[in-house]
C-alpha cells in the first residue's frame, strides 16, 4: 500500500461544528454541544450569548472540558498514525536494519546524508539492547551525535531524530554531561515547543536522566524558557503521557530551593490543582501531582500559596484514601507539612471544614500504612479535636449568657 492510496474517514463528531476540523481541545457549553476550544472561545469573545449550533441563548458561558471525546479522537488519531506508519513499512522505500559495520559507516557520513542516516541509526538503536550497547560503546559515536546537537539549526524533524536515538541508549550511557551545554539544551527546549508528542515525552525522558545532582539540576531550570515549557506541559489538555513526563522531570530537578521558588513563579501550584481537580484523572498523575506538591511545600512561598488556596486544600484532603496508598501518603505529607510542622492558621481551618476528613485520618490512624503517615494522621486530628473544643467552648460561653439567673 502507498501512502497516497490511505484514505482517511473522519468521524462526524470530532469535527468541530464551527470549524468543521477535527477538535484538538473539544469542550462543552452549558446546552450540551461540543465545540472546540479556540473555535468556540473566539465566538464567545466576540460578545455573543447563544450556542452556535442550536442557536439558544445560554444560561452560563462556563465550557466544560470533555475528555471522554478527547480520549476517542486520541485513540482514533493514533489508530490513522498507525496504519500510516504500516502502509510506509511496506513501502519499498522502508528503512532496512543495518549491520554493525553499516552503521560505522553511516555515523562517519553523517554531515554528508544526514536524515537518512539518522534514521537507520534509530532503526538499528530501536531493534535490541545489543544494538543500543553497541552504540553508546562505539568509539565517537555519542560525540557527532553531541556535535551534531551543538550545531543543530532549525530542522525540527532531524533533532528529533537525534533526541530519539540518544532516548534509546541513554540507560547504557555513563557520561551525559555534553547534555547539560547551553547548546544541547536549547535542542531539547527546542523539541518540547515543536516537537511530536512523542519527541517531547523523549526530551524530557533525557532531562531527567541528567538530573543527577545539584549542579545538573540547576543547569537545566537556569537554561532561559526550558522551565517554563516545562510547566506549560502540564496544562490539562495536553497527551496525558506528556503531563506524566513532565510531572516526573519537575520532580526530579526540584531539590534545590532555588528550582522551587522559580516553579512556584511560574504558577506551578495552581496547574497541580488543575490535575488533581479533575475526575478523570490518571492514578499516576495523581501520585506524581501529589509528589511535586509536596516538594514544594516545603518551602515558605509554596506554602503560602497553598494555605490560601481553600479549593487545593479540599482536593488534597479528598485524595486521602481515595486513590492509591502512594497518593494518600503524598497528600497526608502535604497536609501536614502546611498544617502542623509550620501551623499555617488558614490551611488549618480550610482542612477541619473538609467534610470526611476526620473521618479518614481516623481511618488511616487504623490502615497499615507507613508509620510516618501514622504519626503526620495523628497531629492532623488533633487539629479536629481542638477545633470541636474550641466550638464546644464558644457554644457554652452563649448559652451562659442567655440562660436566666
Known sequence: MRKDDLYITIPSFFRCPISLDVMKSPVSLCTGVTYDRASIQRWLDSGNNTCPATMQVLQSKEIVPNRNLQRLIQMWSDSVARRQVDAESAAPSSVVVPSQDQVKLLVKQLDKNCSTSLAK????????????????????FLNAVFDFMRNAESDIKL???????????????????????SNCL??????????????????????????IDGESKLKIAEKEGLLLELVNSLSKEKDERLIEASLSCLSAITKPKRVKTKLIQYRTIPELKNLLS????????????????????FCKEGRVEIRHDSKLLQAIVQKVLKVSSKATEHAVTVLWSVCCLFREEKAQEAVVGCSNGLTKFLLLMQSDCSSATRQMSADLLKLFRVNSNSCLSSYDTKTTHIMPC
Open 121 to 140: 541509526i534509530v532503526c538499528f538503536a530501536g531493534e535490541s539492547e545489543e544494538n543500543r550497547e553497541f552504540l553508546a560503546r562505539m568509539d565517537g
Open 159 to 181: 533533532i528529533e531524530q537525534v533526541v530519539s536515538i540518544l532516548d534509546l541508549i541513554q540507560s547504557k550511557v555513563q557520561d551525559k554531561r555534553p547534555l547539560l551545554e
Open 186 to 211: 536549547s535542542t531539547i527546549l527546542l523539541v518540547l515547543q515543536r516537537g511530536t508528542s512523542d519527541s517531547q515525552i523523549q526530551s524530557l525522558r533525557l532531562l531527567e536522566s541528567i538530573a
Open 278 to 297: 479533575e475526575p478523570n484523572m490518571s492514578v499516576s498523575i495523581i501520585e506524581k501531582s501529589l509528589k511535586l506538591l509536596e516538594t514544594l511545600s
